[in-house]
């Protein structure tokens, strides 16, 4: 790559909160303390009083729910890998999560996971990975990919575009959907199915926080996100009401199956951490094509 120029949407008080994610990881076993930054574990350290006093007194907790969709995602994406071994994984907003070493560690050699963030996050994440001295080899790239970008080196369209049309490819992303407008969401829906078309087998995994009208503590969901808010110095829109409204802006983005799964109700491999009260997040698996694989486990509505 060349000198990059970067532009005001290259850089991201979200990405703040990469490395608060990036923390919790951590603590939780899923990365290791290399990956740990002073950002991240000034902010864990703030809130974990108050995650630990809503999980006691309201029953729900940030940081179980992180640690759900983090394993969650994981399962998708090596489920995918397991049935196609010679798929791609494109990250987006990777942040300094450790998934693409621990879980290449899982997958065989045929397999490509291509982690993509802002370039400040990509710059830092190269650098952690140089100093440990770890390198993934040919099945494995890190590059910088601006969402928001639909021209140029780190646009969206320039990372997919230099993906082989002829193997299978997995999209996923987490933690970054929210922090857009509806608008801007399902811009990049639409222009992300389009690029998707052309690969016979795809997927895009991603999470969406719904509004869930009906959920039993409203007003703690609602703390917990101007807490959010103001760590990122942003809105944090709940842009669907429910699973069939998140099913239903998928498909109008193009995106022909959709299954929105709850992780009350998701049959993991490994132990994850449960909550008190019911999920308020849902784990989105689409495609674009006919789904010739579905797998039962993900295919509740
Ligand atoms: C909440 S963090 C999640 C990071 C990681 N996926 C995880 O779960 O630990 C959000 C990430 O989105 C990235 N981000 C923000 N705006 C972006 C954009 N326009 N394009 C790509 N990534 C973006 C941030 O740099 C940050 O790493």
Redesign the pocket.
Known sequence: MGVLEKTD??R?P?????????E??VRNGLSPSAMSTRTGRNFYRALRPLDGAANRWLGISLETM?VQ??RLIDELVLGFVARHPGAQVL???????D?ARRLLDEMGDEVTYIE???P??VAHKLAVYQQQGWSGGARHRVAP?????ERGEIS?ERVVGELDRERPLMVI????LN??SRATVENFLLRLSALLSEFAENRYVTEIWPRLPHYPGVAARKTMIRLIETL?RQEVPLHFTDNEDIARGFRSAGFAWVRVINPDHYAFTSEVPAMGKPSMFRVVCSGVNECFDCDPETSAP
């Open positions: 949407t290259d991201s979200v990405s703040l909160t990469g490395h608060y994610t990036g919790v990881w992180l969709r983090h990250e987006l907003a990777c942040g300094v999560s998934r993509t963030d802002l400040d996050m990919c601006n969402i928001l970008r969206l992303s987490e933690g970054l922090y857009f990122t």
